[in-house]
């Protein structure tokens, strides 16, 4: 079933375990992701990029292949618009039918970063749709090794507060050393950080950069508010070592890589449905 991410985060939250969020670059990768959600029994977030390849880059056309394929199956199905920085792709992302849109003004100063996602908020709520923001920077580059020089800005408890209770969103992406892409060494993650911002922060709350951070780091985060975790960098670099091993059907090794990617995360992590 096709659903907004704010109730199933909230349940996370609440139980203290993660929906994943998962990048997908075409459709067979979405197709390989809501069928591994429906085989696990468990709840899945889809996430598209803004400037995301063709055909992928017509949100319409994404919008309209997810309703329809999680449609066809129990479990809550979501579809997201990840680290937008124009409001106009957002609009266009409410009205081609997704579900959850984050407004990322994480480089902008407190005060015009809060301007702007009350805009989202505004015109996603009215519409029924799910807003997620940032605040610290979470940097880093798919792809690439990131290392102390990453950019990254790490969240201030009581600003994430100030932040949430000024804006309304209902989610907030927090920053507490994880990076975007590949680590340069081993993750050193804030855990004191988090559980402050935890105990500030009554919405769920959003790591981005779950790759490679390791699945016991990740538990322990998910027992202090982290209720969506960002895969990305893990799914596109199984899905290379697929396709380099070569095949007559890569289409069908990449789907295979896909849904044996997100499993490595979704079954320590997520908890399954009541049947």
């Known amino acids: 079933?096709?659903?907004?991410t704010k109730e199933m985060l909230v349940k996370a939250r609440e139980e203290h375990y993660m929906v994943i969020g998962a990048q997908c670059w075409s459709l067979n990768t979405a197709q390989a992701l809501i069928n591994t959600a429906t085989e696990l029994n468990m709840p899945l977030i889809l996430m598209l990029w803004e400037g995301a390849p063709e055909p992928m880059a017509d949100l319409e056309?994404?919008?309209?292949?997810?309703?329809v394929h999680a449609g066809k199956t129990h479990v809550p199905i979501a579809l997201h618009l990840d680290h937008a920085?124009?409001?106009?792709?957002?609009?266009?992302?409410?009205?081609?039918?997704?579900?959850?849109?984050?407004?990322?003004?994480?480089?902008?100063?407190?005060?015009?970063?809060?301007a702007a996602t009350c805009e989202v908020?505004?015109?996603?709520?009215?519409?029924?749709?799910?807003?997620?923001?940032e605040l610290g920077h979470v940097g880093g580059m798919s792809?690439?090794?990131?290392?102390?020089?990453?950019?990254?800005?790490?969240?201030?408890?009581?600003?994430?507060?100030?932040?949430?209770e000024l804006t309304g969103?209902?989610?907030?992406?927090?920053?507490?050393?994880?990076?975007?892409?590949?680590?340069?060494?081993?993750?050193?993650?804030?855990?004191?950080?988090?559980?402050?911002?935890?105990?500030?922060?009554?919405?769920?709350?959003?790591?981005?950069?779950?790759s490679g951070t390791g699945i016991e780091l990740l538990q322990e985060t998910m027992q202090y508010g982290i209720s969506k975790l960002n895969v990305m960098t893990d799914l596109m670099n199984a899905t290379s070592v697929a396709v380099s091993d070569g095949?007559?059907?890569?289409?069908?090794?990449?789907?295979?890589?896909?849904?044996?990617?997100?499993?490595?995360?979704?079954?320590?992590?997520t908890k399954p449905m009541l049947k």
């Open 143 to 164: 792809g690439v090794a990131a290392g102390d020089d990453n950019n990254s800005t790490l969240t201030v408890p009581e600003e994430a507060r100030k932040f949430v």
């Open 1 to 4: 079933m096709f659903v907004n």
């Open 61 to 67: 056309v994404i919008a309209n292949f997810v309703k």
């Open 85 to 114: 920085h124009n409001i106009d792709t957002i609009y266009q992302a409410i009205h081609a039918g997704f579900s959850s849109v984050m407004f990322d003004g994480s480089e902008l100063p407190f005060d015009e970063n809060v």
């Open 247 to 269: 095949s007559f059907l890569p289409d069908l090794d990449i789907y295979a890589a896909v849904a044996d990617c997100v499993k490595g995360y979704m079954e320590p992590l």
């Open 169 to 210: 969103v209902d989610s907030l992406a927090v920053s507490i050393g994880t990076v975007h892409g590949v680590y340069a060494g081993e993750p050193h993650i804030d855990m004191e950080r988090l559980k402050k911002i935890y105990n500030e922060v009554d919405v769920p709350l959003v790591l981005h950069g779950g």
């Open 121 to 133: 908020v505004k015109m996603a709520h009215a519409c029924g749709v799910t807003v997620e923001a």
